[in-house]
């Protein structure tokens, strides 16, 4: 070799270059020692578990963007068996690992997420499965769709409207998951007629945290049907629902009528939910507006109602109210019945209403315009950069005896001078309509409301309304009232003890009996709360 020979510097940096993709394929495949065990890696499933950063930043963030909790990998599942395998290897592990599912990831407070283990990518079983994971079935004395968990309820309702058939209970927002919806409840403006999406399920599977599939009804291992059906993904991960259908309406007449009298509103808002479907109308809810004037348009993202020459009214009489409440009432028709009889009768429902002389506009939409309402107001943040932001959501329910102390100290109170960050709802609902079998906790009242504060903010002044809510919670148990929170966030053990009440030790039970290990679900933080 010729003295003084140098390796030439671009081949050098080649070498590097090399070296370093070598070593971030490896980090893509491999599991840190520490976190998972090494057996992992000899699964079937393992060239669908990913470490890389890109993969497991995005399974640590929700749409509450409040909080981050890294997982070690994120499965990306071609089918039911990666999971249940997944489950079943951590459930036989000597050192036993976190798993939790994700849909959309629209949790609020890190409930879809799992510090240091495995979250599950819903989603991608229907990257696998197009077109085979919702069916729908015409017996027409039990017409149901089959859905998949990781299923969009926009998706259902498509596939059941080609059938001119519709599931009975919805969410506002239709881009959740089947799983993750059936996990909490899933409410709606529905929800005094038909109960929550909850109320409406015939059969699932269910992977246990055992790793077991098991198929459950209520007449079959009717102990974990109930026991997921509201149970926060504490007892296994949901893969298919079956969930009842009625007939789909064509369209429907959407109503709002504003009032100013707090007495008025939930009186008239009772007395519409009292009413049974035939006799009735199909939809009631109810939101809070303040400000207006200082907040520009009186929509909002959840629908663009008002058109232009409402804005100056409706601003008019907020400046001389202050505080307004708005009355949305929807009933739903055929497309062989014409608009004209519609509105007859809905003069019968609303007539006799308080609402302000002059304020009851009127929309005719598509019925699935209507359920999907929010999506174009989703888009229009999404272009403006302002979905991506924190959500200091706070959803309670509150009994109805307790409604008009909650008004005074949180609406006509703390909130009356807030800033606008976002739709303040409010509506009952009827006890009756939901199953005390299941793990959801309401309050014990015939009547209780539904207050959702859907607040946003940016990255720098989402404390000043997390403070708020602070407050406002602090208020209620000063108060007296008996609020339960939905969508729930607590800190501790004991507050979940107090969340759940007489239904604590059943809910213990069924806990150490599924998922006996604690593996599902940790973000939750129910038992691994102090």
Not at 21 to 33: A, E, M, N
Not at 426 to 431: A, D, V, Y
Request: glycine fraction near 8%; hydrophobic fraction near 40%; include cysteine.
């Amino acid at each position: 070799m010729a003295k003084g020979f140098r390796i030439p510097s671009y081949f050098v940096v080649t070498i590097i270059l090399i070296a370093r993709l070598v070593s971030i394929i490896g980090k893509l495949r491999r599991p840190t020692t520490s976190l998972l065990p090494l057996e992992i890696q000899s699964l079937d499933l393992a060239n669908r578990l990913y470490f890389n950063t890109d993969a497991t930043t995005m399974a640590s963030i929700d749409f509450g963007r409040l909080t981050q909790a890294v997982p070690a990998a994120v499965l990306y599942p071609s089918s039911i068996d990666d999971i249940v395998n997944l489950i079943r290897f951590s459930y036989n592990s000597s050192t036993p690992f976190n798993i939790a599912a994700r849909g959309r990831g629209h949790s609020l407070r890190g409930q879809a997420m799992a510090l240091n283990g495995v979250v599950v990518d819903m989603r991608s079983l229907n990257d696998h499965n197009i077109g085979k994971r919702i069916v729908v079935s015409l017996d027409p004395l039990n017409c149901y769709v089959d859905a998949g968990g990781e299923q969009l309820w926009i998706d259902v309702l498509r596939a059941t409207l080609d059938h001119g058939l519709a599931p009975k209970s919805w969410t506002d927002y239709l881009y959740l998951t089947v799983g993750g919806t059936l996990s909490n409840a899933g409410i709606s403006g529905q929800a005094f007629l038909h109960g929550p999406q909850i109320s409406n399920v015939y059969e699932m599977d269910v992977i246990t945290g055992r790793g077991e599939i098991v198929t459950c009804s209520k007449h079959t291992n009717s102990e974990l049907f109930y026991a997921v059906l509201g149970g926060l993904g504490q007892f296994g991960i949901i893969t298919r629902a079956r969930i009842a259908l009625d007939r789909a309406p064509g369209r429907v007449r959407w109503v709002r009528m504003l009032y100013h009298d707090f007495y008025a509103f939930t009186r008239d808002q009772e007395y519409l939910i009292s009413m049974s479907g035939d006799e009735g109308v199909d939809y009631v809810e109810g939101s809070v507006m303040h400000n207006i004037v200082n907040q520009g348009s009186v929509n909002n993202w959840r629908s663009s109602f008002f058109t232009s020459t409402d804005h100056p009214r409706i601003n008019s009489i907020a400046t001389h109210y202050g505080t307004i409440y708005c009355l949305e009432v929807v009933k739903y028709y055929y497309g062989h019945v014409s608009v004209n009889i519609v509105d007859e009768e809905l003069e019968i429902f609303l007539n006799g209403l308080s609402y302000i002389p002059g304020f009851k506009l009127k929309k005719d939409v598509l019925y699935v315009d209507f359920l999907n309402r929010v999506r174009s107001g989703e888009l229009r943040l999404h272009a403006q950069g302002l979905w991506e932001v924190p959500h200091p959501w706070l959803n309670l329910f509150v009994p109805k005896s307790k409604i008009f102390d909650f008004n005074s100290g949180v609406f006509d109170g703390i909130l009356r001078n807030s800033k606008d960050a976002g739709p303040v709802l409010i509506f009952p609902m009827n006890q009756n309509k939901w199953d005390d079998m299941t793990s959801a906790v309401i309050p014990d009242e015939d009547v209780f409301y539904s207050i959702g504060l859907l607040r946003s903010s940016d990255l720098h002044d989402w404390k000043y309304l997390e403070d708020q809510n602070k407050e406002i919670l602090k208020f209620c148990k000063e108060a007296g009232i008996k609020i339960k929170q939905y969508l729930h966030h607590y800190n501790t053990k004991s507050e979940w003890m107090t969340h759940f009440g007489s239904k604590w030790d059943l809910f213990q039970e069924r806990k150490n009996k599924f998922d006996p290990k604690a593996i599902l679900s940790p973000g939750q933080r129910i038992f691994t709360s102090i």
